[in-house]
């Protein structure tokens, strides 16, 4: 898989590009709706900018890092003359495919990518599915020369642990955002709780979360719960989501409720 071809020019193809390419692979092209970042892109990893049915046919592996939205759709512009393809979503079945490639399937890189902000990619886990053995394990060995941890998982598994990611990032960073709102909103430094918010993801690095729960609910405490709320009650969204989150711990460790 010396010469990789990508459809996209998002974050996940900016940094799966970049790290294959320090790798020693060659980025053949980038193909992308929208053209100037292809163009920008390209440029950072000496490839070129061509349209998806302009794609190589000596190209040994199509990369397509697309929104899951996008994918169906552009599996149909794509030429069956591509030997080998794999999308890199966590959401989307390996059968989107339709079988319309000799070899296909899915590369999935367990992270939260960023443009602006450099990753280390070899502390990513890569999941990996193929219609077949011998490309399953090509896509396994390509994932472990630019990341330390390679798996294979088929699209049931790797749904629920799409899904556990949701929970584990998206929902989190919307605490935190929720917690910078509270604090500015009274003029109070956030900067206060970062430490706490840092200790809570490093904890995870020895113990089991469902170990190190605190807090007013896991206490059942209900004066501090009740003057919480009360504190919300210029935002009822708010208040009920802090509501529904204090009784789901406080049935997951009480057996009881608000």
């Known amino acids: 898989m010396n010469n990789i ?4 020019s ?8 970049k790290a294959l390419l320090s790798a020693g692979h060659t980025i053949t092209s980038i193909s992308s709706r929208n053209k100037s970042n292809a163009k920008k892109l390209a440029e950072k990893v000496n490839a070129k900018v061509c349209d998806i049915n302009e794609i190589d046919d000596t190209v040994n592996l199509v990369i397509i890092a697309v929104s899951d939205d996008a994918i169906s759709e552009i599996i149909h512009e794509i030429p069956s003359y591509i030997n080998c393809i794999v999308h890199t979503s966590g959401a989307v079945s390996m059968d989107v495919f339709n079988n319309k490639f000799e070899n296909f399937g899915v590369f999935y890189p367990l992270q ?3 443009k602006d902000r450099k990753l280390a990619i070899s502390l990513v886990p890569f999941l990996i599915e193929a219609n077949g053995e011998a490309f399953e ?20 598994s790797r749904k629920h642990l799409h899904l556990a990611a949701v929970f584990a990032n ?22 206060l709780i970062r430490p706490l918010m840092i200790e809570t993801i490093l904890r ?11 807090g007013p ?13 009360e504190l919300l009650n210029s935002n009822s969204k708010l208040q009920s989501l802090y509501r529904q989150i204090s009784q789901q711990i406080m049935r997951k460790y009480n057996g009881s409720e608000l």
């Open 5 to 8: 071809s990508f459809i996209g």
């Open 217 to 229: 609910a896991k206490r059942n405490d209900l004066e501090v719960l009740k003057k919480h709320e």
């Open 137 to 156: 394990v090509e896509l396994k060995n390509l994932a472990l020369k630019i990341s330390q941890r390679a798996e294979i998982m088929d699209s049931e």
């Open 170 to 191: 998206n929902f989190i960073n919307l605490m935190a955002t929720e917690a910078y709102n509270i604090l500015e909103g009274k003029n109070i430094d956030a900067s």
């Open 112 to 114: 939260s990518f960023s």
């Open 204 to 214: 995870l690095e020895d113990y089991h979360p469902k170990d190190m729960q605190t």
């Open 10 to 17: 998002g974050n996940v193809a900016f940094h799966l590009s």
